[in-house]
């Protein structure tokens, strides 16, 4: 029995227990190694990060399923289309839109919270981006398809605990925005999505898949003090992926075949930090703001090392329609890179982040959320609302959920009381303090099951759970942006007649 390629079968690994699985597998490539025979697979509904060469021994050959012959589809050019992906789940998530203000009822008066938010979000589902269609693990966010009126809504808080729903969220992937985007109001829909656009922003259409994308080729990135795996494929030279380490200079992110070839590379280097203005400085934790029309070579070699970790747009060699703003961890060395993101200088849509990326070594330490913080501190300074750009990974997802919802519990805790009414606020009030776009505040409130329906109107619930658990994330986030140590004046892009 010969396993070839597209064939699915189960394959063993371990899973975070430490414990052995048989998830089905899609073989993607085969190839002969000193005789021997290795598997590159994709573990169908798991982020495409987890995908390996594998040996016989892990592969289950009695439930194997070969692959049927199918006709293939024409396209407008008379091409045959490309080869179909993984399974795809979708996930549609309702918006709505409303004031609110903040009040104490006893738990008991409470009306049922499933019909409360039936009436609210009916018939508000929300239109997938047009261009967003992403791989088999990756959870797409939309864009609502109508704005509900605005419908005055008092909050309340509330004594007892109260249960909060968790969206089943498959486990989706980015495609990587390296000239412009991990870790989301994100919600996808069943509207038809149409072609891409073409302009600066970065959003990936399915039609460029193909089996050479599918696979990680970069075996391992030594960069600084650290040594990266990649989790996906990047366009770097062919001549470099047969090598087992990728050398990149941490300052000005060149890249070379070799260590001596570094080492003869930062004799010359001048580089100690990236190029491009410092436009805020606390402690170690700086970030530089980087033209990609004037730091061409620095912003493409930071695409090329982003999209290792990014896996939902297309890269693209263009920068000029890009900012890059780096965060940096400063010491006697020099000032080494964390994390980023993008963004476009004209954004037709309110996008204040086309990529954002912290890289492996610096995750789960509070980065992601910083870099999140200071692209919404940016936009007050601009003084717009914004929103980052569809689709977020699976970890993007996750970390604008929790940045969003802290956001806005914040400022629904400090909302007091006058003259013995309750507190007042509304949707777009909240939306004007915070810079995040009203949408994203709706789909934060409604994921966080705050809005009831009480005497004839839409109040938001907050119950003890919920502030409890809120006050001990706050106790957790130890990284936050000081609004006095930003030094940054907007411009106007489209005064310009050239970027």
Same mark, same amino acid.
């Given at each position: 029995? /010969?396993?070839?390629?597209?064939?699915?079968?189960?394959?063993?690994?371990?899973? #975070?227990?430490?414990?052995?699985?048989?998830?089905?597998?899609?073989?993607l490539?085969?190839?002969?190694?000193s005789?021997?025979?290795?598997?590159?697979?994709?573990?169908i509904?798991?982020?495409?990060?987890?995908d390996?060469w594998? *040996?016989? /021994? %892990?592969?289950?050959?009695?439930?194997?399923?070969?692959?049927?012959?199918?006709?293939?589809t024409?396209?407008?050019?008379?091409?045959?289309?490309s080869?179909?992906? @993984?399974?795809?789940?979708?996930?549609?998530?309702?918006?709505?839109?409303?004031?609110?203000?903040?009040?104490?009822?006893?738990?008991?008066?409470?009306?049922d919270r499933?019909? !409360?938010?039936?009436?609210?979000?009916?018939?508000?589902l929300?239109? %997938?981006?047009?261009?967003?269609?992403?791989?088999?693990t990756?959870?797409?966010p939309?864009?609502?398809?109508?704005?509900?009126?605005?419908?005055?809504?008092?909050?309340?808080?509330?004594?007892?605990?109260?249960?909060?729903?968790?969206?089943q969220?498959?486990?989706?992937?980015?495609?990587?925005n390296?000239?412009?985007?991990?870790?989301?109001s #994100?919600?996808?829909?069943?509207?038809?999505?149409?072609?891409?656009?073409?302009?600066?922003? =970065?959003?990936?259409? &399915?039609?460029?898949?193909?089996?050479?994308?599918?696979m990680?080729?970069?075996?391992?990135?030594?960069?600084? %003090?650290?040594r990266?795996?990649?989790?996906?494929?990047?366009?770097?030279?062919?001549?470099?992926?047969?090598l087992?380490?990728?050398?990149?200079?941490?300052?000005?992110?060149?890249? $070379?075949?070799?260590?001596?070839?570094?080492?003869?590379?930062?004799?010359?280097c001048?580089? &100690?930090?990236?190029?491009?203005?410092?436009?805020? %400085?606390?402690?170690?934790?700086?970030?530089?703001e980087?033209?990609g029309?004037?730091?061409?070579?620095? @912003?493409?070699?930071?695409?090329?090392?982003?999209k290792?970790?990014?896996?939902?747009?297309?890269?693209?060699?263009?920068?000029?329609?890009?900012?890059?703003?780096?965060? *940096?961890?400063?010491?006697?060395?020099?000032?080494?890179i964390?994390?980023?993101?993008?963004?476009?200088?004209?954004?037709?849509?309110?996008?204040?982040?086309?990529?954002? =990326?912290? =890289?492996p070594?610096?995750?789960? &330490?509070g980065y992601?959320?910083?870099?999140?913080?200071?692209?919404?501190? $940016?936009?007050?300074?601009?003084?717009?609302?914004? *929103?980052?750009?569809?689709? =977020?990974?699976?970890?993007?997802?996750l970390?604008?959920?929790?940045?969003w919802? #802290?956001?806005?519990?914040?400022?629904?805790?400090?909302?007091?009381?006058?003259?013995?009414?309750?507190?007042q606020?509304?949707?777009?009030?909240?939306?004007?303090?915070? @810079?995040i776009?009203?949408?994203?505040?709706? !789909?934060?409130?409604?994921?966080?099951?705050?809005i009831?329906?009480?005497?004839? #109107?839409?109040?938001?619930?907050?119950?003890?759970?919920?502030?409890?658990?809120?006050?001990?994330?706050?106790?957790?986030?130890?990284?936050?942006?000081?609004?006095?140590?930003?030094?940054?004046?907007?411009?106007?892009?489209?005064?310009r007649?050239?970027?």
């Amino acid at each position: 029995m /010969e396993v070839v390629e597209g064939c699915r079968l189960p394959v063993l690994r371990r899973n #975070q227990e430490n414990e052995d699985e048989w998830p089905l597998a899609e073989i993607l490539s085969v190839k002969d190694i000193s005789g021997r025979k290795v598997f590159y697979v994709h573990y169908i509904d798991f982020n495409k990060r987890l995908d390996e060469w594998v *040996t016989p /021994e %892990r592969l289950d050959l009695k439930k194997i399923q070969f692959p049927k012959k199918e006709a293939k589809t024409p396209t407008k050019n008379g091409l045959p289309g490309s080869r179909p992906n @993984s399974p795809e789940r979708e996930l549609g998530l309702p918006y709505l839109a409303a004031s609110a203000s903040l009040q104490r009822v006893p738990v008991d008066k409470l009306p049922d919270r499933t019909n !409360s938010i039936e009436n609210v979000t009916k018939n508000l589902l929300s239109k %997938r981006k047009l261009e967003a269609v992403s791989l088999a693990t990756q959870c797409s966010p939309v864009t609502p398809a109508a704005a509900a009126p605005e419908i005055p809504t008092p909050v309340y808080a509330q004594n007892g605990s109260a249960r909060r729903p968790m969206p089943q969220v498959a486990g989706r992937k980015r495609k990587a925005n390296c000239l412009g985007t991990d870790e989301d109001s #994100q919600d996808s829909s069943d509207g038809i999505p149409s072609a891409p656009r073409m302009t600066g922003s =970065l959003v990936s259409d &399915r039609s460029h898949d193909d089996i050479v994308t599918r696979m990680k080729n970069i075996e391992c990135i030594e960069l600084g %003090r650290h040594r990266l795996k990649p989790w996906y494929f990047s366009p770097y030279p062919q001549e470099l992926t047969s090598l087992p380490v990728l050398y990149l200079c941490e300052f000005c992110l060149k890249y $070379l075949k070799s260590l001596k070839c570094l080492q003869r590379h930062l004799t010359k280097c001048n580089l &100690r930090h990236p190029p491009g203005n410092e436009i805020y %400085r606390k402690g170690t934790i700086s970030f530089f703001e980087i033209d990609g029309r004037k730091n061409k070579n620095y @912003s493409q070699n930071l695409c090329l090392l982003a999209k290792c970790f990014l896996d939902h747009k297309t890269l693209y060699y263009d920068t000029d329609p890009f900012l890059f703003y780096v965060m *940096t961890e400063y010491d006697c060395k020099g000032f080494h890179i964390v994390g980023y993101f993008s963004k476009e200088k004209e954004s037709t849509e309110d996008y204040n982040v086309a990529c954002i =990326l912290t =890289l492996p070594p610096y995750q789960r &330490r509070g980065y992601g959320k910083l870099l999140i913080e200071f692209s919404y501190e $940016l936009s007050k300074v601009e003084g717009k609302t914004g *929103t980052p750009e569809k689709p =977020l990974s699976d970890l993007g997802l996750l970390s604008y959920r929790s940045y969003w919802s #802290q956001t806005i519990l914040e400022i629904l805790m400090e909302l007091k009381s006058e003259n013995g009414e309750r507190p007042q606020i509304t949707i777009n009030e909240i939306s004007e303090l915070t @810079s995040i776009k009203k949408e994203d505040v709706i !789909s934060t409130l409604q994921y966080l099951n705050l809005i009831n329906y009480y005497k004839g #109107q839409y109040i938001l619930t907050l119950s003890e759970d919920i502030v409890e658990g809120h006050e001990k994330a706050m106790m957790k986030r130890h990284l936050r942006i000081d609004s006095k140590c930003l030094h940054f004046t907007p411009k106007d892009w489209s005064k310009r007649g050239k970027w």
